[in-house]
């Protein structure tokens, strides 16, 4: 059974094309004599003359049989380089976000390591801040995409949802279970346990309390969310967190959650890129992994 090299049959084909081996030499970049030496091995090897060489190069019957079989398997050749290169491509791609605290601790790692067994080499960078650094990062291209909520929507980013959210109130757990649900007018007698300022969390928390015209009875500020929580967990207070930060803490009864009438805040948690830009296929990916969640 003959075996064909792609060079051989490249050669092949550009001598026939241009009825010269001088001139498929140039095409092809290789000098006159590798041609020739490349047509007679392919020769040898179907053990039949394929060209009649004279004035004018010209193909012979076994010639142009093999033509379009020879074009046909460079194509193929020629497919299966392109898609092994979009593999090892992907493979190597890269995925920088910026996120919250909350999202970036809770909701990221599971839909990052799904992820990453589809694309092994995925090259994943993740920039944890507040609302000022995750804006700054995606707009100066320091990130391909961020994860926010809805309540972050500057007409600058397209926004895609990719699930439903809710705050908890969460107290120690030896806090007395009350008599009906809370609402937020109940926590003006409360010490609400807090981020600070620059984050998304502080600032939608302060927004809620504000339009229901509540003032905490004092308020005690925690530079990250296991702060709050660990606070909380010593009786220093109550707090309004995410809800999916808190999940492990119920299920272990180190926290519980107060009932309320209606949660302090929903939202849709989204996935953010450069309004103008079409986000990368990583980004892509990923919003896939997040909906899946």
Known sequence: MAIFSTAQLAAFVE???????TRA???LGISQPTVSQLVRALESRVDTPLFVRGRRVELT???RALLPHA???????????????????????????????????YTLPPALASLRRRL?????????????????????????????TEHTSPP??????????????????????????????DLADRVLVVRDRDTINRREVDGALARAGVEPAGRLEASSLE??????EAGLGVAIVPAIAVVRELELGTLRELPMRRPALEFDFALAWRRGEPPAATVTALLEELRAE
């Open 25 to 27: 030499a140039e095409r």
């Open 156 to 185: 600058d980013l397209e926004r895609v949802s990719y699930a439903r959210g809710r705050t908890a109130l969460i107290a120690a757990a030896d806090e007395p279970a009350g008599d009906r649900p809370l609402e937020l007018r």
């Open 227 to 232: 702060a709050v929580k660990r606070c909380v």
């Open 61 to 63: 019957p076994a010639g």
């Open 15 to 21: 001598v026939a094309s241009q009825a010269s081996f």
């Open 71 to 105: 074009e046909r398997v460079l194509a193929l050749a020629g497919e299966a380089d392109a898609a092994v290169e979009r593999a090892a491509s992907e493979e190597r791609a890269r995925l920088w976000l910026a996120a919250g605290e909350a999202i970036a601790t």
């Open 120 to 148: 092994p080499r995925l090259d994943a960078r993740v920039v944890v801040g507040g609302e000022a650094r995750i804006l700054t990062a995606l707009r100066s291209g320091e990130v391909d995409a961020a994860l926010l």
